[in-house]
């Protein structure tokens, strides 16, 4: 379960914060939309909730975030890559630049976390068919389509084996068969029992995927009647 | 059919590139297969050899018969030519307008030129022969923190990646009618509108990159068990000690005065 109380944070350099008070509890297996205009703060939310914030990127947390009972505060991103992920709407920021085929780029997150090269070599196997793109194994990442890279960037958090994932926009940079692709995949996750805290302002994909959408407006979560409850 | 994954033997881990095949266009021969460590020491011997030695003869000794068979074995002669002239030609207007004013005439202008030449095509060679993330493996399995490996495999890639980078937003700025085509002073007003995005796109692209790596454990201190490394035979390690050894000997040779001045 992610758990953010009462929490706002600050860009560095930033005299305002970005999200204020925000309690929201992402429970396990659950599946929470989160939607607001450009700015409002989803992406913030999402680096908050994941860990990078202020973690990875610097600036001032105030309240408390705690992933599975934990609180966050103190602890380094790479704590808690087993714990919780994130995927980003470009799926280019995702790869290593160190891989030369798909299965080897998904096997990076396993190896960093200390698994054995057999158990890397499993999990990533194991994210693949989850995700449908074992065919891909053997392609060069960076020659994939935008589709197929986003589904390359959600399957390497997959073989991480974390109970949480958050999405900031993924499907934002895909034609039709990329979203199409991608909103069957995270379908399979949301069955498979990750939960999932998916910022996007394509409403269709989170009617159909989402038990509850949450409304975000310059930083504020909106009252609950604004937000919808499945 | 067995799956990548499902085999076990170290050679067969790293998929298509663990046979030579990084990507489709990439030509594969004996020296892409080198050990990354002995393709970097030849580059940095050749290059620190031309450095120390000075003159015209030995860097074009060097040029014609280390790096030019390097790069004719790996098929990569014109790419590394090209790549080494573009790196080598803002330099050398550099050095002659210096050299001109300075009054020091052309040949120290064209001796100082010849080496960053040579420089730039070991260093090409190097680049264009060496998956990142061959350079990676070795380096992480020789002990080098996996940051530090990972620093130097992005040097590399981070030349196309610009490149592709710089392309994108000059397409974009002449879509909005920027003029960066024609008379050279054109062409200086065009660099302004191009750099602003180039770098912000990039400072962008890097954050985001490095926050993925968080996210994917890749801080996380401690040995890694890596799928691959490349293999490092015998024959290779005396190469790399012996190209090591002759450097030596050559930098001591000069600073004791034992070598004078080359041509």
């Known amino acids: 379960m992610i758990e953010l109380v009462k929490v706002s944070y600050r860009y560095p350099g930033y005299r305002q914060p970005a999200i204020h008070d925000i309690d929201l509890r992402l429970g396990a297996g659950e599946v929470v939309g989160l939607v607001g205009p450009n700015d409002a703060g ?35 991103p790479h704590d808690l890559a087993s714990s919780v992920g994130i995927v980003f709407s470009n799926p280019a920021a995702h790869l290593s630049g160190v891989a030369s085929t798909v299965f080897e780029e998904i096997a990076f997150g396993p190896v960093n976390l200390g698994c054995s090269a057999g158990e890397s070599r499993t999990r990533a196997r194991e994210a693949m068919e989850l995700l449908g793109i074992a065919g891909l194994a053997e392609r060069e990442p960076s020659r994939l389509s935008g589709g197929q890279a986003q589904l390359v960037a959600i399957a ?57 959408i949450v409304a975000i407006e310059d930083g504020r979560l909106a009252p609950a009647a604004a937000s919808a409850q499945r | 059919m067995s799956a990548p994954w499902g085999r076990s033997t170290p050679e067969h881990a790293g998929g298509a590139a663990a046979h030579g095949r990084a990507t489709p266009d990439t030509v594969c021969g004996p020296y892409h ?123 590399i890639g981070a030349l196309p990646a610009l490149a592709a980078q710089a392309q994108v937003v000059r397409d974009a700025q002449r879509a909005r009618g920027l003029d960066i085509e024609g008379s050279v002073m054109a062409r200086i007003r065009g660099i302004v509108p ?31 068990d890596l799928l691959w490394a490349p293999s490092d035979a015998g024959w290779e390690r005396a190469l790399r000690w012996i190209a090591i050894a002759l450097l030596l000997a050559i930098v001591a040779a000069k600073a004791t005065g034992a070598v004078g001045r080359l041509p």
């Not at chain 1, 994941?50 to 609180?71: H, K, M, Q, T, Y």
């Not at chain 1, 990329?178 to 989170?206: F, K, P």
């Not at chain 2, 680049?127 to 990142?132: H, I, K, N, S």
């Not at chain 2, 750099?195 to 985001?208: D, F, K, N, Q, R």
């Open chain 1, 42 to 76: 989803k992406s913030t939310l999402g680096l908050v909730a994941a860990g990078l914030a202020p973690a990875s990127i610097g600036g001032e947390l105030a309240g408390d975030v705690r992933i599975d009972g934990a609180s966050v505060i103190g602890r380094r």
């Open chain 2, 33 to 155: 297969r080198l050990n990354p460590l002995t393709k970097a020491t030849l580059a940095v011997a050749v290059t620190l050899a031309s450095l120390a030695l000075g003159g015209l003869l030995v860097p074009a000794l060097l040029f014609g018969f280390v790096v030019v068979p390097g790069a004719i074995v790996a098929r990569v002669v014109a790419r590394m030519l090209r790549l080494a002239v573009v790196a080598t030609l803002p330099v050398a207007i550099a050095v002659v307008l210096v050299q001109g004013l300075a009054g020091l005439g052309v040949e120290g202008a064209v001796a100082v030129s010849l080496r960053v030449f040579v420089m730039a095509a070991a260093l090409a060679l190097f680049g264009l022969t060496t998956p990142a993330r061959e350079l990676v493996a070795d380096l992480e399995r020789r002990g080098v923190s996996p940051r530090i490996a990972f620093a130097a495999a992005s040097t």
């Open chain 2, 194 to 224: 191009l750099v602003g995005p180039m770098v912000a796109g990039t400072i962008h692209s890097i954050e985001l990159r490095s926050l993925a790596l968080e996210a994917r454990a890749f801080g996380r201190p401690g040995r890694r």
């Open chain 1, 156 to 212: 390497s958090m997959v073989a991480m084996r974390q109970r949480h994932l958050v999405l900031d926009e993924p499907v934002a940079e895909l034609d039709p068969e990329g979203r199409q692709l991608v909103s069957e995949a995270l379908r399979s996750l949301a069955r498979a029992g990750t939960g999932l805290l998916i910022a996007e302002h394509d409403t269709d994909l989170l009617d159909a995927l989402c038990d509850r």
